[in-house]
Structures are given as C-alpha cells and as structure tokens.
C-alpha cells in the first residue's frame, strides 16, 4: 500500500512534535486538544460514539435521523485516510518535553478539583438528617452488592482453569518474555543505591511524623487506642471462625485436618530443610575460609557488632528492665495461682492431671531408650562410644576447676560467707519437721529400700575403707583423721 506522505515527509496524520503548538495564540493549554488529535483517541471515540448517539436517540425517529447524521459527520472528522497503524501517536506526543510540563500544569488543579468536589459532596450528605443519609446510603450499597463480583471471580477462576486445563504453566511461558525484559529494564544497583540513599531521609520523616503527632497528645493517645480495638477485632474474629470449626463433629472435623496434612508436599518440605541446612553449612565453611587459620570470620564479625551494641547500651536501665520483667513474670505467675485456687476444680484438676503430662514425657523417653534393646551390643556400644567420646571432656574439667577456684578465692577473701549462707539456712530449716521427715524415711521407708541399700551400701563402705587407708601422699593427715574418727566411734560403742 502506497503511504501518502505532506510536505515535511511524514505520512499523513503524523505531525513533527516540534510542529505541535502546546499553547495556543490565546495561551490556552492544548495538551488535552493534542491528546483527543491523536490515532488512538480518535479511534476509540469514533468506536464509542455512534452508541452513545445511539442511545441518546432513544425511539425518537426523529433524533435517530438527527443523531446518524452527527454520527457519519463524527466519524468523517474522526477517520483519517493517512493514519498509519504502525505509527503510536500518543507515544510521539508524550515524547515531547513542552507536552508533558503543559500537561503536567493542570494536573494539580484536576486533582485538588476532584477532591474539592468529594469533600463539598461529604460535608453536603454529613450536614442530612441520619435518616436520610442511611437511605442514600443503604441504596447506594443495595444497589452495588448484587453479585457481580462475586459472579466476575467465578467467571475469572473458570476462565483460569480452562487455560490451565489447555496449558499447566500458561502463565508462566506466556509471561516469561515480558518477565525477561522487565528484569533486564530494571537496574538493580539504583534499587539498592534509592535504599541506601533513603535510609536517612526515612528516618528523617519518622522523626518528622512523631514530632508533629506527638505535638497534639490528646490525638495521638486516641490513635494509640486504637490497638485495643484491633486485638478486640481479631479476637472476635477468631472467636467467631473458630466457634464454627468447633461446630463441626469430631471425625469430620479430624479428616479435615487429616486431609489438610496429606496435601501438604513433604518432598518439597524436606528439600526446603535440605537447602536451609546447606546453606548454614556453607556459612561455616565460607567463615572458616574467610578467616585466619583457626580463627574463623563470622564469631569475630558477630564480636565486634554485639560489643558495638554492648558498649551503647546502658547496663543499669538494661538489668532494671530485666528485673522489671522477671518480677512482671511473678506477677503474672501469682495472678494465674490465685485465678485458680479460687476456683476448686482447676486446682484439683492441676494436681490430678499434671502427672499425666509427666507421664507422657517419661514414655517418651523411655521408648527412645527402649529403641536401643534392638540394637545389637557391638552397633550400641560404637553408638555410644562415640557420643561420649565427642564431648570434650579436658573443657569440661576446666569449668569445674574454674568453678573450684572462685569457690576457693571466695573463701579466702571472706572466710565467714560460708558460714553464713549455712548458718542462715541452718536456722531457717525447721529441726522438728525435719526430724520427724527422716524418721518416716528411715523408720518405715527404709525398709522398702533396705534390698537395694544392701546391694549399693557395702560397695560405698568398701571403696571408703580403700580410700582412707595410709598411704604416703599429701592427704594422708586427712586420712589419718578419718581412721580416727572411725575407731572413736567404734570404742565408744564397744564400752
């Protein structure tokens, strides 16, 4: 098809955008003008405007005549011969810097129009009777709420669904190519560089917005308040759709759950397990590389950020606060134990069903250890082996030597500490209840342990009589002591 071409060279119903006149000799803006010119507009009006004349005209034979001759006059002025399809008009006019300021000026004064307009609209239907404004209202959203969106959601999902019927990954394939040139169109680095940059300015208008809020008191206490109202709405909420669950029987209920859990893709669970660990994994590794020999780099990076911390932090707010806490823990503690003495049932529930719960627990472990009866002796006792043999042994002798020491030095330097921590405790215990505890445990109990008593007690006095015997060391005053005492004892009841 041969082009028509104008003067300048350009195909018919393409302007130079330097030829385009932003404003008129009037000093009007045309930007709107320009737009309604352009191939796409007019297209879309002159699709769009024989309905709307249309149904203008009604049944009026009259105005239909009247209204198609307007039509075809319309669409003559509409339709250009020279418009090239090839060619986007708007793109073109949008390109041009003088458009888009001239457009850009009346764009505030529409906007503040529009809300102009909506707020007189408000303070008109405020200022109704609250008769009148639940009939507007109650009309308004009688007549919205008819089903369509819900209708349009059903529609959606069908239409979804038959494409997925056609093709499983529609979406996907389809989008892939826009996807692609998305994420090669977007640069990265100036997302990561607007953060960065922000980050102060952020920080800056928080501080803007407490200050100014924090300005009216009154009005910020009533935006605070608003909190107890939201948990009271999720509580209700959750009240409400957990009262209908309940609702439910127990078996329908219980394989609905089931069936919930079947769904679920363990393979896919475990292969998110599988590449969380690697990754954790591959932390240690990098650390140990990125660090000097024995010395890897993650314990120092973490080092230096919790002393950065530390070194900010004040430890006489910070150890009020956790005593704050731990006494608004007793305090919670106590409440909930005075809740449920005051009622009887809960009480003696607690103490009857608090077993079960240990119970559970001791099952449990005693069916682990009970695993171990399949376990032929060689494979336990490699198992074993090699468990206690991982623990570091020589670290943990260091903590009890380290413990012995501050024990020790603690005594050096206050000799009497012991004495009183022991005395206090001493004279707090009760002599007689204490007594009368080990006569039932001795006099009655006793008899029920004497068989393993006699099994272990012999052993115990044997290995004592070895260790107190003489022998040519440093604890032998000890010893000697002891032997001592041992035949005091036996003399006096020998007389």
Not at 131 to 150: A, H, L, P, R, V
């Amino acid at each position: 098809m041969k082009r028509l071409t104008t003067k300048s060279g350009l195909p018919v119903g393409i302007q130079k955008l330097t030829d385009i006149d932003i404003l008129d000799d009037a000093g009007k803006n045309t930007a709107i003008a320009k737009i309604l010119q352009t191939r796409e507009v007019r297209q879309t009006l002159g699709g769009v405007l024989p309905d709307v004349l249309s149904a203008f005209a009604g049944d009026s034979r009259i105005r239909k005549f009247i209204m198609k001759v307007v039509g075809k006059y319309l669409n003559k002025i509409l339709s250009r011969p020279g418009d090239i399809f090839e060619e986007n008009d708007l793109q073109l006019l949008f390109k041009d810097e003088k458009f888009v300021r001239n457009l850009g000026r009346p764009l505030p004064d529409i906007i503040n129009g529009l809300f102009d307009v909506i707020i007189t609209m408000m303070k008109t239907l405020e200022e109704l009777p609250t008769d009148e404004k639940t009939e507007i209202f109650g009309k308004m959203i009688s007549k919205i709420s008819n089903g369509q969106t819900g209708e349009l959601i059903t529609q959606g999902c069908r239409i979804i669904n038959d494409l997925h019927k056609a093709d499983p990954e529609f979406f996907a394939n389809n989008m892939e190519p826009g996807f692609k040139k998305w994420v090669e169109s977007v640069d990265f680095g100036e997302i990561r560089e607007m953060f960065d940059t922000s980050a102060e300015d952020g920080r800056a208008f928080v501080k803007m917005a407490n200050d100014v809020l924090w300005q009216y008191p009154a009005k910020m206490l009533l935006l605070l308040s608003l909190l107890p109202s939201a948990v009271n709405l999720i509580a209700d909420t959750l009240d409400i759709s957990v009262g209908k669950l309940n609702e439910l029987p127990p078996d329908l209920l219980t394989d609905a759950i089931l069936s919930f859990a079947k769904e679920i893709n363990s393979s896919s669970v475990a292969n998110v397990l599988n590449q969380l660990t690697e990754i954790v994994r591959k932390i240690h590794t990098g650390s140990a590389l990125l660090g000097e020999p024995g010395a890897p780099q993650l314990p120092k990076v973490l080092s230096n950020m919790i002393e950065e911390i530390v070194n900010q932090t004040d430890p006489i707010t910070l150890w009020k606060a956790k005593i704050a806490l731990a006494e608004i823990q007793a305090s919670i503690g106590q409440a909930m134990t005075e809740a449920v003495n005051n009622k009887p049932a809960f009480k003696q529930l607690s103490m009857i069903k608090r077993p079960e719960i240990t119970n559970i627990r001791l099952k449990s472990l005693n069916q682990k250890l009970s695993d171990w009866e399949s376990v032929d002796d060689a494979e336990m006792s490699k198992s074993l082996a090699q468990h206690l043999t991982a623990y570091d042994v020589q670290e943990l002798a260091e903590v009890f030597n380290n413990m012995l020491r501050i024990f020790n030095r603690l005594g050096d330097q206050n000799p009497k500490i012991y004495l009183q921590i022991a005395g206090q405790f001493v004279n707090a215990v009760d002599d007689y209840e204490m007594a009368e505890a080990a006569k039932r445990l001795f006099n009655s109990i006793s008899k029920e342990f004497q068989p393993m008593a006699r099994a272990v007690v012999p052993g115990l006095v044997t290995w004592i009589c070895d260790v107190i015997q003489p022998k040519d060391d440093e604890y032998e005053d000890d010893a000697a002591q002891a032997r001592d005492a041992l035949r005091s004892l036996f003399a006096t009841e020998e007389v």
